[in-house]
């Protein structure tokens, strides 16, 4: 069974999403070495493949 985690940001959170990152990163890699990841990364806010001032949620 597959599961989709969907977060959104809070305000000014960038410093601790880059201090996040690292482990995050190494995380995705084991759960993809482990079979367990089927697709990571940001939600465009508009289906478009460039979302342009719409960003991503």
Do not use: C
């Amino acid at each position: 069974m597959w599961y989709a985690i969907i977060s959104e940001d809070t305000k000014n959170s960038l410093e601790k999403r880059k201090t996040a990152r690292p482990a995050h990163v190494r995380r995705l890699q084991t759960l993809q070495d482990e079979g367990r990841l089927l697709i990571a990364g940001p939600h465009p806010a508009i289906d478009n493949p460039d979302p342009g001032p719409a960003g991503f949620t």
